[in-house]
């Protein structure tokens, strides 16, 4: 822990702090836009400007508009007014200017004035970082990249919440602090731990696997010498701050009681990934990462992790690779994904007496572990997070860029070996098995060759993907991925999660970096999957009754879903129920 007072906050200074509320009063601006809350004023020139609930403050900016109505906002350019004067940018102001514009609730605002605040110390954080261009970047490998990322989720603003770390704990356990951790380890009794495996793996293998003999012998040296048999025991990963901050206080009882017993931390050092509670074993690569229950708020949800919904985990994964491995066109593009192969769930009891299904209060201790992809690279193969690919550095390059210069090939053939590596993978499992992905670019790993991006690997298998065909032959272990969907919005799946919250972002930034303009862009999407369509003829008729080249489709925002309710952004167990859709966007393939 820091134990210098200024030292721990010295990050926050005046220059960095405007620098901070700049970007994010630009990311609004765009976002907000974009949903509809906010509609710009043209001024001419690509000028524009928004007024306050009072329209007595302005903001004035250049932008330029690309499909699904992007709004690409040069930040330098944003400028605030009021009766006549210059005011700088502040962007706890502009959401109190705004509140009623922006639909805001009283109970909600002050939470969410919260979450950008932690989001703008973030930012002035990461501008104290020594800045590596996007080659660099490129070039440092995958947990480089990993913990390099600045912007975080692209669609939302406030994306770096965190609501309950403090100064000295977002040092510790923040992605981009790049600070190697150790887990902390309990002991959890039998009769109160479910422990879940997939096919080919029990708990002693894992435990063997994951912990040296040494370690091993230290934690059933702990139990013997409290009078305890190991036997009775499962080992169970904590995220330290859930340790200090949550179990010692609210599992009191169950440690007093020897239902849980502190073991001490493991010797492994671990990096927190940029989805914040899962770790990639930094001493061991190959070594499975370890996903952990987190009492924070960040982005619209608690991050814990559900006992009840671990036992199912390693079920779910083992059913989608082995629908992968029998699929002829999913394997020929080398789709796979790194499975959750092992999962521990605790169950306080009185806590579930007290609560319903999806309380927070059941979420609080639990932990999986997921294959590392490392492993499975062949020589020359190399991996990065998908997110890298929107990241753009302080020389106005992005990833994106980087990679099409090392591949040397045109961006467009670029591009289009990306689109066959993870667009047709998403398309083909949703026409051929009503099966969609959450495929932001924080659930996508690259495998990257030569910068040229060869396949994908997906993660974040069970808690993320859902069947919709109501009529499916599910295990019964499985049945809890099935989801009732209305058949105009399955297809949002694509268009809302791919299109919009990723291809929008990626086709702008390429043609304002000048290196792949739009049409170009958008036509080498349209061809991907024409392509794709034309070599699985036997699923026409799906093409037909979920029409990917239709004129428009509805605009599902999320930022509206998060300024609406900050702390259950979405009911889990009715995904489409949730989600506001507010006018439509023009589907910027149907002309091709």
Known sequence: MTT???????????GRWATANRLLVRKALAEFSHERLLAPTPLGDGR??????????EYRFTARLFALDHWQIDAETITRHRHGSELPLDTLEFFIELRHTLGISAEVLPVYLEEISSTLAGTAYKLTKEPATSGQLVAAGFQAIETGMTEGHPCFVANNGRIGFGVDEYRAYAPEAASEIRLVWLAAHRDRATFTSGAGLDYEALVKDELSEATRE????????????????????????????KLAVSFAGELAARHLVVLGEGEDGYLAQQSIRTFFNADHPEKHYVKTALS????????????????????INDWLAGL?????????????????????????????????????????????????????????????????????????????????AESGLDPQVWLRSYLDAYLVPVLHSFYAYD???????????????DGIVTRTIFKDIAEEIAVMDPDAVLPPQVERIRVEVPEDMKLLSVLTDVFDCFFRFLGAGLATEGVLDEDTFWRTVAACVRDYQESVPYLA???????????EFALSCLNRLQLRDNQQMVDLNDPAGALQLVGRLKNPIAGF
């Open 324 to 404: 992968i491995e029998r699929d002829g066109l999913l394997r020929g593009v080398g789709f796979s994904i790194i499975r959750e192969r092992a999962a521990i769930g605790y169950h306080h009891r009185s806590y579930e007496a007290a609560t319903v299904k999806g309380s927070p209060y059941r979420k609080m201790l639990a932990a999986l572990w997921r294959e590392s992809p490392v492993p499975g690279l062949r020589p020359g193969e190399r991996v990065a997070t998908m997110a890298s690919l929107l990241h753009t550095d302080h020389e106005g390059g992005s990833v994106a860029g980087a990679l099409i």
């Open 4 to 14: 210098d007072l200024t030292d721990s906050v010295a990050h926050l200074t005046p």
């Open 541 to 551: 008729d799906k093409f037909r009754q979920y029409d990917l080249f239709e004129p």
């Open 48 to 57: 524009f400007t928004v007024r306050s609930d009072d329209a007595s403050t």
């Open 296 to 315: 924070v708020l960040n982005m619209g949800f608690m991050r814990g992790l559900s006992a009840a919904y671990m036992e199912a985990t390693p079920a």
């Open 218 to 245: 230290r934690f059933d040296g702990a139990l013997r010498g409290l009078g305890l048999d190991p036997a009775d025991y499962y080992l169970l990963p904590v995220h330290p701050w859930q340790w200090w901050n």
């Open 435 to 449: 099966l969609v992905y959450m495929p932001h670019g924080e659930n996508v790993i690259l495998v990257v060759e």
